[in-house]
């Protein structure tokens, strides 16, 4: 289709433009309220005052995830209200960074509108898309919704802290994830408690030390 | 757009049909993983015997929700797997409704593609919208999927059972779904541990004896 070989050729040109400043760009997607925000925001807390983050956020209505994640941050929160389109585009990444300076900016995040379906079929321009689910979703995300998993590189299962309450199987959840996706590389945390963004900070770290 | 305008031909037709065989039919729809299935799942357990519902399930991939259901029906459970698209549209019913006895069905569900954005703007001739969202996705999703929630005529607010655990305030959630549908009636149940469906089985019971 003409509209998605357009947002290519934009998308092409914001991977050049954030690789010309060596500044690394990670497209969070899931459903509707996997935590993204809530991730962002203990993330921005927690590294904000050594690393450099910006951020973009999508939404269909408000602006409510960036009012949530300015107040961890005195840089820059890009908010792009779509007004109805269930995903972001290149187009909108571009006109964000133009108010961003990327010479003072370590790592780009963008946080996708909550949908576990067509925001894969749209690239942005990022390095990476970083796939959430939760716990509380099911096991079969991975199958049911399969492009998602398979354009993403990294996956956090979120809000672990839940697990004590849920029927869900992680084992099985991980398993269904590597069907669709071998490559998959996977990171447990509970946004609420903190517990496993440890080893997400790492990869953060090693996101801005080497390319990914 | 022509081929909205063609649904919405067709959904016509699956209404008047329905209507003419005195089957309502409620089109449920959510975020992945809200419950949908494990609602219907009860549903389908605890009145099958004395209610003769037939279901139409959307999955962009997999039969598992069609599966998950026809263990506890001898009626059908019809798959209707879109292959990429992001909503059912009024097509996939109409022709699931052929493989359908009218005059031996009181109540048909159908479970829409989990997606709180595009399924709002697809008529697939049912009586109403029931749109479920459950206490683990936060209180602002009426207020980020306005559409969805305006398009409703009832919201199921699911897993209860998880109130106890998660940081959510269930008035505060309501108040956000009224401010964008005041008409919304509410439901709010457990698919879990079976909490709440009495109400819900009596609003099922009401569908079939008058005209919703
Ligand atoms: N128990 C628990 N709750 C969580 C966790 N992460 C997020 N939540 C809760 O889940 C709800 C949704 O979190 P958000 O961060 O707003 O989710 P989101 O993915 O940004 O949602 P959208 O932007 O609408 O797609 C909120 O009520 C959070 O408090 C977690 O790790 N554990
Ligand atoms: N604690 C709790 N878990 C629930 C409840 N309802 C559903 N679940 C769990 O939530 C997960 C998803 O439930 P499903 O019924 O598959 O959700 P769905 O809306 O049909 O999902 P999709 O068809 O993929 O959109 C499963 O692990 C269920 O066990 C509930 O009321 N309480
Ligand atoms: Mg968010
Ligand atoms: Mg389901």
Redesign the interface.
Known sequence: ERVMAKNDEIAVDVRQRLATHGVPALNLVS???SGKTLLLERTLQDLGDELRMAVVTG????E?DADRLARWTDRLVHAVVTG?A?HLDARQVATALEALDLDDTDLLFVEN??????PASWDLGETAKVVL??V???E??P?????MFRMARYAVLN?V??LP???FDLDRAVACAREVNPELEFFFTSA?TGEGTAAWYDFLWSCVHTPV
Chains 1, 2 share one sequence.
């Open positions: 459903s509707p309220g939404d269909v209505q408000t409510n109805g269930c509108v909550g949908n576990l379906v067509c689910f939760s509380t979703e099911g079969d995300k199958l049911k919704y399969p492009k809000k802290d839940l309450h849920v029927p609420l």
